[in-house]
């Protein structure tokens, strides 16, 4: 379940074999739009409502609800992007010598909050070097994460586990099981009230940040831009893309400032990479997700002034069979994140250990 501040995203995945992975199968898929005002920047500011959004999602209310009711009693769901910290920091220790004492001692260093007032999870990866241990770390406020556990368990779920998004997103996008040697991938997620960028190198996240980019800060744009309703703007921002428009022949002016920041902040997210992290590959992908990413001419911007290939992914790619569900690209893409989650609930069928 992917919550965000205007949408909450269902993905349920079926096993006819508790063997083989081969046999997921897609079993459910459906989204609820939440008004303004009920989270805001990832903090539920009306539970009751958010509450009522979920179990009607769920089929659950009002009983003539069209959705067939979901039986599940469990749940992995998403934390906001921007109220988390995920970064890879490496330890002189031997994988062997570390302890969780180690770990949260060079945790407090990179934190942006308390650690006492902190969830923290990591994941020991494979060592590149001797002697040296790399440790992906992820950690969120308790009062953040708690309120996202009391609200599913308002409902009926109980959480196996709450996601750093961007692993989430990772999980989906980047293709399972394939080589990535001497390459390393981006994944943009440009979505309604944020955006971010993620680097993937060396089989693992490196870091991910958040950008000032997002649909309703271009149909703010656009609205201010041309002098139109809110509706109107946003119609026109679907319509027209990063095309010029004859009709309104300054709406071109209005988005491109907009696009111009994200494309330098995405040029910023990568030279800081170069900068701070060691051994790096080059970066010779962008792999984009988000409802943004059908925005029709970003792609080809991005890939021109980047000088990088980017291209809409495809969230389904590790699924092994979509059952009878109707393929929709476009529409797949927003679903990405509780695409990965899903990926990781039915991970636990597979997998022993803990992983962010």
């Known amino acids: 379940m992917d919550i965000s501040d205007l949408s909450i995203k269902l993905v349920q995945l079926a096993s006819s074999s508790l063997l083989e992975r081969k046999s997921l199968k897609l079993k459910t898929a459906r989204s609820v ?9 990832g903090e539920i500011q009306q539970p009751e ?19 067939k009711p979901i039986r599940a009693s469990w749940v992995v769901a998403n934390l906001p992007e921007s109220k988390t910290f995920l970064k890879l920091i490496e330890i002189a220790n031997g994988e062997d010598e570390l302890t969780e004492v180690d770990i949260a001692s060079q945790a407090r260093k990179h934190l942006p909050f308390e650690l006492e007032e902190t969830y923290l999870d990591w994941q020991i990866l494979e060592s590149v070097e001797p002697g040296v241990s ?17 609200l599913l368990e308002s409902v009926g779920l109980c959480a196996v586990s709450l996601e750093i998004e961007a692993v989430a997103v990772t999980r989906a996008m980047i293709t399972a099981d394939k ?27 490196q870091f991910s940040t958040l950008l000032g980019f997002s649909g309703e800060l271009v149909t703010t744009a656009i609205e201010q831009g041309l002098r139109l309703e809110r509706d109107e703007a946003e119609k026109l921002k679907i319509k027209n893309g990063l095309c010029y428009d004859r ?21 910023n997210a990568f030279t800081f990479y170069k900068a701070h992290f060691r051994n790096t590959n080059s970066i010779t992908h962008i792999t984009m997700c988000g409802g943004m990413s059908n925005w029709a001419g ?3 911007l991005i890939s021109r002034k980047l000088r ?27 679903l990405a994140p509780a695409i990965g989650l899903a990926l990781r609930a039915a991970s636990n069928i597979f997998e022993n250990g803990a992983r962010i």
Request: glycine share 6%; charged share 25%; hydrophobic share 35%.
């Open 247 to 267: 009709e309104n022949p300054r709406y071109l002016m209005s988005v491109a400032p907009t696009a111009e920041q994200l494309i330098k902040e995405i040029k």
């Open 49 to 67: 409502m958010v509450r009522k959004k979920i179990l009607y999602l769920l089929g659950k209310e009002p009983k003539d609800s069209k959705n």
């Open 134 to 150: 790399r440790v992906l770390i992820g950690a969120s406020p308790k009062l953040i994460t708690d309120a996202y556990t009391y």
């Open 179 to 205: 080589d990535y040697t001497g390459q390393a991938r981006a994944i943009l997620d440009l979505g309604a009230t944020r955006s971010s960028l993620i680097v993937y190198d060396k089989n693992s996240i």
């Open 33 to 41: 739009s939440l008004p303004p005002g009920l989270i805001v920047n």
């Open 308 to 334: 990088v290939s980017a291209r809409p992914g495809r969230a389904w790619k590790n699924l092994f069979n979509l059952g009878m569900f109707e393929y929709n690209q476009g529409k797949s893409l927003e």
């Open 298 to 300: 970003i792609d080809s």
